[in-house]
T-cell receptor
Framework: NAGVTQTPKFQVLKTGQSMTLQCAQDMNHEYMSWYRQDPGMGLRLIHYSVGAGITDQGEVPNGYNVSRSTTEDFPLRLLSAAPSQTSVYFC???????????????FGEGSRLTVL | QKEVEQDPGPLSVPEGAIVSLNCTYSNSAFQYFMWYRQYSRKGPELLMYTYSSGNKEDGRFTAQVDKSSKYISLFIRDSQPSDSATYLCAMSRSNDYKLSFGAGTTVTVRA
């Protein structure tokens, strides 16, 4: 099993450009989410999905879009990149409750984004 | 004020020492408490998982939760260089997928 796979691992953008961070999981997890990690801030939830066709906003959703057309994939789109979006982005997934334990997330290895 | 506070360190200890990490929180609705370990340039992985108050032990790792004080701890006994990582506390309300994370404490165990 590959687990949670994120691409690309590294990306440099110019202000105003758009891009999509890809996330795929092969564990048949219903729940998928995107976090960003910044120094001193911990992990902050951007968007999440409890199943195909269902998405919701997290703590810091502005400037990002998501969609969930399949169970396996949960792409994160940056609409118009800003320097404040320079961060490390993590995709995480888990089984829905009650099959999964609350908070037992499986993370990808991260996508490091720099916006100039 | 952040919902979860964690001293970012860094913390440097000699091999074999006991590592003590802790977090405080403000939301009394939190019921599930976790510690994630994150190696450099990797994603976090779940290390310890505790429901409500009490202690949980797993090998060299012990997690403690004191809900009355809104305080959680992680102890690593007989620390090894392979324990060098960033440790993040996380917590959530019952039946809530969303986690609140601490900022993470970076630990280095010197051989």
């Amino acid at each position: 099993n590959a687990g949670v796979t994120q691409t690309p691992k590294f990306q440099v953008l110019k202000t105003g450009q758009s891009m999509t961070l890809q996330c795929a999981q092969d564990m048949n997890h219903e729940y998928m989410s995107w976090y960003r990690q910044d120094p001193g801030m911990g992990l902050r939830l951007i968007h999440y999905s409890v199943g195909a066709g269902i998405t919701d906003q997290g703590e810091v959703p502005n400037g990002y879009n998501v969609s969930r057309s399949t169970t396996e994939d949960f792409p994160l789109r940056l609409l118009s990149a800003a320097p404040s979006q320079t961060s490390v982005y993590f995709c995480a997934s888990s089984y829905s409750m009650p099959r999964g334990k609350t908070g037992e997330l499986f993370f990808g290895e991260g996508s490091r984004l720099t916006v100039l | 004020q952040k919902e979860v506070e964690q001293d970012p360190g860094p913390l440097s200890v000699p091999e074999g020492a006991i590592v003590s990490l802790n977090c405080t929180y403000s939301n009394s609705a939190f019921q599930y408490f976790m510690w994630y370990r994150q190696y450099s340039r990797k994603g976090p992985e779940l290390l310890m998982y505790t429901y409500s108050s009490g202690n949980k032990e797993d090998g060299r790792f012990t997690a403690q939760v004191d809900k009355s004080s809104k305080y959680i701890s992680l102890f690593i006994r007989d620390s090894q260089p392979s324990d060098s990582a960033t440790y993040l506390c996380a917590m959530s309300r019952s039946n809530d997928y969303k986690l609140s994370f601490g900022a993470g404490t970076t630990v280095t165990v010197r051989a």
